[in-house]
């Protein structure tokens, strides 16, 4: 048998915060909700029709307006 090992790999995490946020001059606006079960700090991601919260699960559907 052959001692070939498997290559290792390293555990990255590529973070995506800045993308959360815009920065104008001296002012900071924040670009998503925070989830208002878990608190500040945890932003709620966006979809086509609801906001959803990947940590506990909290829902908030959009309504259509027509």
Not at 39 to 58: I, L, N, Q
Request: with cysteine; hydrophobic share 25%; aromatic share 12%.
């Amino acid at each position: 048998m052959s001692s070939k090992g498997k290559k290792a790999q390293k555990n990255t995490l590529k973070t995506r915060i800045y993308k959360y946020y815009k920065i104008t001059g001296d002012k900071v606006d924040r670009l998503r909700k925070f989830c208002p079960v878990c608190g500040p700090g945890v932003f709620m991601a966006k979809h086509k029709d609801r906001w959803s919260c990947g940590k506990c699960g909290y829902t908030e559907w959009i309504k259509k307006e027509k």
